[in-house]
């Protein structure tokens, strides 16, 4: 069964930061495109970053731009989303996403696989 799993999300206070993790289960992350979205209660699911297969290329949304970072460990079979000063507005469900499409950016549709998303809560 192939699969992603998130996890590393948690309650941190505003100004905090979290490292999310993204695995592959079943298959190799190496050779995917891989994306994160997130979802707030009452919202659309929102891309914020995405990286290229080699790991050379993110791009990231005006929301997150310089506080989160999006690398890849390709030995380690695992993508990690790095966030930092985190708001009240960062609180979401986040989900990573693979897809065999190298254009695939901030576009849900182009997605294979999908994880079953970690929750990230930023409160006092």
């Known amino acids: 069964q192939l699969h992603l799993v998130e996890s590393g999300g948690g309650l941190v206070q505003p100004g905090g930061s979290l490292r999310l993790s993204c695995a592959a289960s079943g298959f190799t992350l190496n050779d995917y495109f891989i994306g994160w979205f997130r979802q707030a209660p009452g919202k659309e699911r929102e891309g914020i970053s995405c990286i290229s297969v080699s790991g050379s290329s993110t791009m990231y949304a005006d929301s997150v731009k310089g506080r989160f970072t999006l690398s890849r460990d390709n030995a380690k079979n695992t993508v990690y989303l790095q966030m930092n000063s985190l708001k009240y507005e960062d609180t979401a469900v986040y989900y990573c996403?693979?897809?065999?499409?190298?254009?695939?950016?901030?576009?849900?549709?182009?997605?294979?696989?999908w994880g079953q998303g970690t929750q990230v809560t930023v409160s006092s």
């Open positions: 996403a693979a897809s065999k499409y190298s254009g695939a950016y901030f576009h849900p549709g182009e997605y294979d696989y």
